[in-house]
């Protein structure tokens, strides 16, 4: 069934040794989520690729991954941006980001690819970094620690029987679109990779915005919308859960999924509320006192979590909880599919 689906050094050594023990099984679903990215976000603000504290949350990730049994490694990328100056000069900056793969295999060699993105945004020109917008004190709670500890629970879980079809997990630096990590990752992708990959789930920002999205690629086969986006809406009002799709176009925020544009089938799940208006995705709530643009990202003094505690109290425990409980089913559909 699903086969056709193709149609520096102290900080780091204690971050690193935070491992969360094993949870009981009367856990509620998302709460390890939760806690990670509590964790991700008050230990690793500032995960601009190329710096520091990427570098410590690229190797406290490995290890995540390394407790769970997976196969794990990084994987670096040489990238930069330009740098506008108050007077008008452009720098060209280079740097180097670090992401993190980690893979469990199946019993038979296709895979289903689950990528959030790791760094937060870094200030490109002097007005954005007076602004607070990027830099070191950014958690990037909702953007996007909300996907990467989504992923670290669905790794626990996926961890914990065989696969009929594998799983690979990539925390995955440089994904803020103007660096370029996701179409890097694309070109070195090998030809058996490409092949072998039947789906790819994009996690990205599921905090900050009115309802979750489970929203199909430009590119997926209808057959495949059934199988992935409209499956996880069945589940979601299974479980009573608002939730939204939405069909990804050219126009929408920030622009195709690298995925997406090679061609690969692709799930993309996120908070957000086209339904108010917002014709392209780039607007996640509405328009409150508390969120006057309608959006947290990239912004310092909103994307964190004493922030968002305050003022979307328990939302983080809600989207933790409603992500895992629809995704977990869905990932155990796709990767034993009904013969």
Not at 186 to 192: N, Q, T, W
């Amino acid at each position: 069934m699903f086969a056709s689906l193709r149609l520096t050094a102290l900080a780091v050594l204690l971050s690193c040794s935070c491992i969360f023990p094993a949870q009981a099984a009367t856990d509620a679903p998302g709460q390890f989520a939760e806690q990670q990215i509590r964790h991700i976000a008050t230990y690793f603000p500032g995960r601009m690729s190329g710096s520091p504290a990427e570098l410590m949350a690229a190797d406290y990730l490995q290890q995540q991954f390394i407790s769970l049994g997976f196969q794990t490694n990084t994987r670096q990328f040489n990238t930069g941006y330009d740098w506008h100056e108050s007077d008008g000069k452009i720098r060209w900056h280079k740097l180097t980001a670090t992401s993190v793969i980690a893979a469990r295999a199946g019993s038979e060699p296709q895979e289903i690819l689950i990528v959030a993105q790791l760094d937060t945004w870094m200030p490109q020109s002097s007005s954005q970094a007076n602004q607070n917008i990027g830099g070191l004190r950014l958690q990037g709670v909702d953007d996007n620690a909300s996907g990467l500890g989504v992923m670290l629970e669905l790794a626990k879980k996926l961890s914990e029987k065989p696969l009929h079809y594998g799983v690979r997990f990539v925390a995955l630096s440089a994904g803020e679109a103007n660096l370029h990590g996701m179409d890097d990752y694309v070109a070195r992708m090998s030809d058996k990779e490409k092949k072998n990959t039947l789906l790819v789930i994009d996690l990205n920002s599921l905090i900050t915005g009115d309802r979750l999205y489970f929203n199909s690629g430009l590119n997926t086969p209808r057959a495949v919308r059934k199988q992935t986006s409209e499956r996880a809406l069945y589940l979601a009002r299974e479980l009573g859960i608002p939730a939204a799709s939405h069909q990804l176009n050219r126009k929408d925020y920030p622009g195709i999924n690298a995925f997406d544009k090679a061609g690969f089938p692709l799930l993309d799940v996120t908070a957000s509320n086209w339904a108010s208006g917002n014709q392209d995705g780039a607007q996640q709530r509405s328009r409150t006192r508390h969120f006057p643009d309608g959006t947290t990202r990239h912004q310092t003094d909103r994307d964190n979590l004493a922030y968002l505690d305050r003022w979307l109290a328990g939302r983080i425990t809600q989207r933790t909880r409603e992500s895992v409980k629809v995704l977990l089913p869905l990932l155990s559909e796709l990767t034993h599919p009904k013969v």
